[in-house]
């Protein structure tokens, strides 16, 4: 449900939540990303191929993976074999994701020159 606030004029307006603010909390916090481009761009990764092609802790990694195991966005496959083998793969919640990726990659090619360009023009006070 919306809250109502208030304009300077004193009129009702309706203020809503950030509709993706949930989708970037969930799909774009540190780590997130590139493990879904990983599973999306090389298919089916075991956990130390993961661990090493993204140079993350095993700690850290073995948190994302739960993380995104539970959301639905991986899927873990346990193979019982001596040794044991677990394999990681996207699942089709997380391919479903690929339209959004292709669309920012786009964009960064497009766009981040210019971003570098008004960084490097930038005179004000950086933030802290």
């Known amino acids: ?14 203020v809503r939540p950030c509709p993706i603010g949930p989708v970037v909390d969930l799909v774009f916090s540190r780590w997130t990303t590139p493990i879904l481009w990983m599973l999306h761009e090389r298919g089916t990764q075991r956990f130390v191929e993961l661990e090493r092609a993204l140079g993350i802790t095993p700690k ?16 873990r496959t346990y193979h019982p074999e001596i040794p044991p083998r677990v394999e990681y793969e996207i699942s089709a919640l997380g391919e479903s994701l690929a339209p959004v990726f292709a669309a920012l990659t786009q964009w960064s ?4 020159c210019a971003v570098h360009e008004a960084r490097a023009a930038y005179t004000g006070p950086l933030p802290r």
């Not at 809250?3 to 307006?13: D, F, K, L």
């Not at 850290?60 to 899927?75: F, H």
């Open 1 to 14: 449900m919306a809250s109502a606030g208030r304009t300077p004029a004193g009129t009702a307006i309706d």
């Open 109 to 112: 090619e497009q766009h981040l």
């Open 60 to 75: 850290v990694l073995t948190q994302r993976l739960r993380q995104l195991e539970r959301d639905g966005l991986v899927a």
